[in-house]
């Protein structure tokens, strides 16, 4: 059996891990969204997005994979399985998950602004949040930036190609804590209904997806993962 998982936010926030929809805490409660997910806002204020990501960087040593990571990544046992993530984390890899593509990038991946090459220099230690810390530069003289898609930003083609083939290619795709409205990657779970796939959501709250998949779990992904795939005979009849 070949199975694709598409993961969002709401998979990650199980494991205590903050969304952009969450009302952020302390130093960052005021922060404006754009601000610091946008090419425009690392243009103006470089220090203050390069603060924020490097804080999210290190804020996920203090979380792990919940219950739902661990499953998807224990059905590889029996089944090819892919996982397609709006996820900037490495949940999914630290719970066992082999195939994982990151359309939206990765807070562990960095690159320079200017010429594109992959660092993988020292970063500044952050044991708390600050307000403002200063890139490191490249030889080109360009800022290293995390390696993650801003607003406006093209997806990273190599990622894209390789969900879209693991969604075409799937006997059943499984989405999972995404609000589905995040385009393009919302529009994976047509394609797979479009090739006749079916397509199950988990996911607590009723999503813009819902009306067309075909069958909706009103759960949460440590809940229903675990043993999914062994109930999908009777779930699909």
Same mark, same amino acid.
């Given at each position: ?15 205590? &891990? ?5 009302v ?12 610091i ?19 999210r ?11 739902g ?6 059905? +590889? ?8 993530? +709006? ?18 990038g ?12 992959p ?5 500044p230690?952050?044991?708390?949040? &600050? ?13 290293i ?28 795709? &499984? ?34 997806l ?13 809940t ?5 795939l ?8």
């Amino acid at each position: 059996m070949r199975v694709t998982v598409l993961s969002g936010a709401g998979m990650s926030a199980e494991s205590g &891990v903050p969304t952009f929809r969450d009302v952020e805490t302390g130093l960052w409660a005021k922060v404006d969204p754009y601000e610091i997910s946008s090419s425009d806002g690392w243009r103006r204020h470089p220090e203050k997005v390069w603060a924020w990501y490097l804080w999210r960087h290190y804020m996920m040593k203090s979380v792990g994979p919940n219950d739902g990571h661990r499953a998807v990544a224990a059905w +590889q046992d029996g089944a090819e399985v892919h996982v397609v993530t +709006q996820n900037v984390d490495d949940l999914h890899e630290r719970a066992g998950s082999g195939q994982v593509h990151h359309v939206h990038g990765s807070l562990f991946s960095f690159r320079c602004d200017r010429c594109g090459v992959p660092y993988d220099g020292p970063l500044p230690a952050m044991p708390e949040p &600050v307000e403002s810390v200063d890139p490191p530069q490249c030889r080109c003289g360009g800022l290293i930036r995390p390696d993650v898609v801003w607003f406006g930003e093209p997806l990273p083609s190599d990622q894209w190609d390789r969900s879209v083939e693991a969604v075409s290619r799937a006997d059943v795709a &499984v989405v999972v804590g995404t609000s589905a409205v995040v385009y393009p990657a919302a529009g994976l779970p047509d394609l797979a209904l479009a090739h006749g796939i079916p397509v199950i959501e988990v996911n607590p709250e009723e999503t813009p997806l819902s009306d067309r998949v075909t069958l909706s779990l009103r759960e949460t992904s440590a809940t229903a993962l675990p043993g999914l795939l062994q109930r999908l005979p009777a779930l699909l009849g």
